[in-house]
């Protein structure tokens, strides 16, 4: 039975991905019944409407003729049957047989406190159901099929099946599914008591975001860092929305997450201001650029997590790692990590990579410290250790503006770097960083390809931390679409580039996530 829990949140992802929302279309939308049944101490919670809007349905109508298979409309439901046929069977699931003749417009899944102290989280899958028998019928046959026996209790009237690792009931016109029949008690009483959809925060977030969408998120995140050990970590953050949204060019994620300032430690509070303002990093990589990142304040995200790791299961070994660190930058080099080395990460850092050469990546490290001379005197210092244990150095010219220290590491290979413009760029070779140099000379930068541009025009306001990922170089190095059926291949293969961006002001950080198609 396990099986068919991984196959129902498989379903659920998969239509959050709009293949089996575009199956079920109709010219109406749907409200969210199933947060009125999710328990109100719910840490997360994930709902995808499968009959949405008509204007959602004419754009992913749209979206989903620049697919393989999915140009002739009169084919579309044809085609997306199969594409989730052969998805769902890897989880050893029978879509036609199994789901189709019963599920109706909306599928959830929360995740909430188990009832014992320290257990992992319980989630509890909610989906919509037109024909009960038929769902019940089905539940049967895969119990039947994997030689489990069926029993049944009573809670609240509501009777609830269980197999050994699956249980299962009806409440009201939904079909809830959990690991544990707790996780499904704590539905029954949500009914009758305080739900999700009944607390204020929930209505908060939900209130914050665009509502004509397809799916939305929710996220507790004070509850989610209490049980992580983290509060420190996310003093000032309460909760987190977020609503899923289809346009012609892609898929838009939009989220808010409101910031208390009065409640936050001085570290995140000078985060949020960092995250004010566009990263002007990009403008320094090269055009062939085919995935990038951007951190704003990385050093206050390193000194708040290792003041929080006595707290959290995995602290201890950041710890161990951090004092490894420290030693190693002490004896070996004569540095300090935390007086030297962190303050390069002070303000923005960002890695580029443009591909694969000779089995290591080429690209660039690139960061703006709030104190370049005191950057480039530390960088200095470092060669001059690095000398010490046997590497050469070499200097290049790059052009009127810079130099280049080109070091030959024994055993490990060549590094390069500069410090121009303020800013501190460092390669696995002195082209990686002329490349850099160059980009923001000619202007000719990945900032001004039309890929980027159209990421972040889909996404809206780019401001803070950023992500930027060409897809179609990144599945073909990764092979991540390698073992995929030939259909949902196809389509990976059309999707074009993965943008993020996170936006702060005073009072909230807004997070902006893309998928374009080609």
Do not use: H, K, Y
């Given at each position: 039975m396990h099986r068919l829990v991984i196959a129902l949140t498989t379903l659920i992802v998969l239509a959050g991905g709009t293949f089996l929302a575009a199956y079920l279309l109709i010219f109406a939308?749907?409200?969210?019944?199933?947060?009125?049944l999710a328990p109100a101490d719910t840490i997360a919670y994930v709902n995808v409407y499968l009959q949405p809007s008509t204007s959602q349905q004419m754009k992913l109508g749209a979206l989903l003729g620049r697919l393989p298979g999915f140009e002739d409309t009169s084919t579309l439901d044809e085609k997306i049957d199969e594409v989730t046929q052969n998805l769902l069977s890897t989880a050893g699931l029978d879509y036609r047989a199994d789901i189709r003749?019963?599920?109706g417009n909306q599928a959830s899944l929360a995740l909430r406190p188990a009832a014992e102290s320290g257990a992992e989280p319980v989630?509890?899958?909610?989906?919509?159901?037109?024909?009960?028998?038929?769902?019940?019928?089905?539940?049967?046959?895969?119990?039947?099929?994997?030689?489990a026996t069926v029993s049944e209790t009573d809670h609240q009237g509501v009777a609830i099946s269980t197999t050994d690792g699956m249980a299962w009931a009806f409440v009201d016109d939904l079909l809830v599914v959990s690991s544990l029949a707790d996780g499904i008690e704590s539905t029954i009483d949500a009914r009758s008591g305080e739900s999700l959809a009944d607390t204020d925060s929930f209505k908060r977030a939900m209130a914050e975001l665009p509502p004509d969408h397809l799916a939305s998120l929710y996220i507790d995140l004070s509850r989610a860092a209490q049980l992580a050990g983290g509060e420190a970590e996310l003093s000032g953050w309460s909760v987190a929305g977020a609503a899923l949204v289809v346009e012609e060019e892609g898929l838009r994620l939009t989220g808010v997450a409101p910031f208390d300032e009065a409640a936050a430690s001085a570290s995140a509070r000078a985060g949020v201001a960092l995250a004010t303002e566009p990263s002007s990093l990009v403008?320094?990589?090269p055009p062939d650029t085919q995935?990038?990142?951007?951190?704003?304040?990385?050093?206050?995200?390193?000194?708040?997590?290792?003041?929080a790791a006595p707290g959290t299961p995995e602290?201890?070994?950041?710890?161990?790692?951090?004092?490894?660190?420290?030693?190693?930058?002490?004896?070996?080099?004569?540095?300090?990590?935390?007086?030297?080395?962190?303050?390069?990460?002070?303000?923005?850092?960002a890695v580029a990579?443009?591909?694969?050469?000779?089995?290591?990546?080429?690209?660039?490290?690139?960061?703006?410290?709030?104190?370049?001379?005191?950057?480039?005197?530390v960088l200095t210092r470092l060669v001059d250790g690095l000398r010490g244990l046997g590497a050469s150095v070499e200097t290049e010219a790059a052009g009127e503006r810079a130099e280049i220290i080109v070091v030959e590491v024994p055993e490990f290979g060549e590094v390069a770097y500069t410090v121009v413009d303020g800013l501190v760029i460092i390669g696995f070779s002195a082209d990686d960083v002329r490349a850099a140099i160059t980009a923001n000379e000619t202007g000719d930068s990945l900032a001004a390809t039309d890929a980027y541009t159209r990421t972040f025009e889909l996404a809206g306001e780019r401001a803070g931390n950023e992500i930027y990922v060409d897809l179609g170089a990144a599945l073909e190095v990764t092979g991540a679409a390698d073992g995929l059926p030939s259909d949902a291949q196809d389509i990976l293969n059309e999707l074009d580039t993965i943008g993020f961006t996170a936006p702060a002001s005073e009072d909230r950080i807004e997070f902006r996530a893309v998928l374009t198609v080609e």
């Open positions: 939308g749907v409200s969210d019944r199933a947060a009125a003749p019963w599920l989630a509890v899958a909610f989906l919509a159901v037109t024909d009960e028998a038929a769902a019940q019928a089905a539940l049967n046959r895969v119990a039947e099929d994997d030689g403008e320094w990589m995935a990038e990142a951007v951190i704003f304040g990385l050093r206050q995200t390193i000194e708040d997590a290792e003041a602290g201890q070994q950041l710890t161990d790692a951090l004092t490894t660190l420290r030693t190693v930058l002490a004896f070996g080099l004569g540095l300090d990590l935390d007086a030297d080395l962190l303050p390069l990460l002070d303000r923005e850092a990579i443009s591909g694969i050469s000779d089995g290591l990546p080429t690209g660039q490290v690139l960061l703006r410290p709030t104190d370049p001379d005191a950057a480039a005197a």
